[in-house]
């Protein structure tokens, strides 16, 4: 079973999407457990105050060390991981990489300026989801759990389909998808994918996964370690039409 924590100070923001779908699913399985603590329960005294004003001055409140950390330590065993605008950003890499750790994941998610910098000291690492700013950490950590969750084993019906899709090559985004019908306001379904000849189909696939790529992530593209397969079909694309 995959063990995931998140922290937060809004344990209703991050609940309910848990219970639904291909997550709701691999905890009912009992492969997946998704633990959601709220952070104001490690906060001391009657008003149990989580934030307070930063020093120096300046708009908005600072998280505290102090029911931050007993919440990290708590949590542990595990990996701590906590989201922010400062860390790496995270990648399908980083996916795999968290879904093959035999210890917990904890999430800690920030809100308002963020988190007291000393709390930096009792993660493990610190992780954005891209150049954007959430007001808080939440939607970022169920992201996480989403993208984590569906690589572990047995999480998805189709154990396939993880690994054909975008990024499970590092950096090569996936070719198109169709269903029927094979025709629809006079768009074709593509000949080779009606073809039902097996080699041709993923021929088709694995060259418009390096068409897409080259059009739509150039920065991908240009780290990919290309096959003479590979270069084969960018020729015949780039090929005039006779
Ligand atoms: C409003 S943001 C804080 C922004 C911070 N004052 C700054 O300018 O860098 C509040 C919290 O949301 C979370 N957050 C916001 N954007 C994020 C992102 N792109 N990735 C991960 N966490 C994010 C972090 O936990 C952050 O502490």
Known sequence: ???????????????????????????????VDVKVTDIRDFAGGKHRVTDDAPYGGGAGMVMKPEPLVAAIEAARPGRAVLLGLQGTVFTQRAAQRYAALEQKLILVCGRYEGVDERVLDFVDEELSLGDFVLAGGEFA??????????????????????????????????????????????????????????????????????????????????????????????????????
């Open 1 to 31: 079973m995959f063990s995931f924590e998140v922290l937060t100070l809004f344990p209703r923001m991050v609940a309910p999407p848990l219970a639904e779908s291909i997550l709701g699913k691999a905890q009912a399985r009992g492969l």
């Open 141 to 242: 950590a169920l992201a996480v759990v989403d993208a984590v969750a569906r690589l572990v084993p047995g999480v998805l019906g189709n154990e396939e389909s993880a690994g054909t899709e975008s990024f499970a090559e590092e950096g090569l985004l996936e070719a198109p998808h169709y269903t029927r019908p094979p025709e629809f306001r006079g768009r074709r379904v593509p000949e080779a994918l009606l073809s039902g000849d097996h080699g041709a189909i993923a021929r088709w696939r694995r060259q418009q996964a390096l068409r897409r790529t080259r059009e739509r992530r150039p920065d991908l593209f240009g780290r990919l370690r290309l096959g003479p397969k590979d270069l084969e079909l960018l020729a015949e694309l780039d090929a005039p039409p006779v």
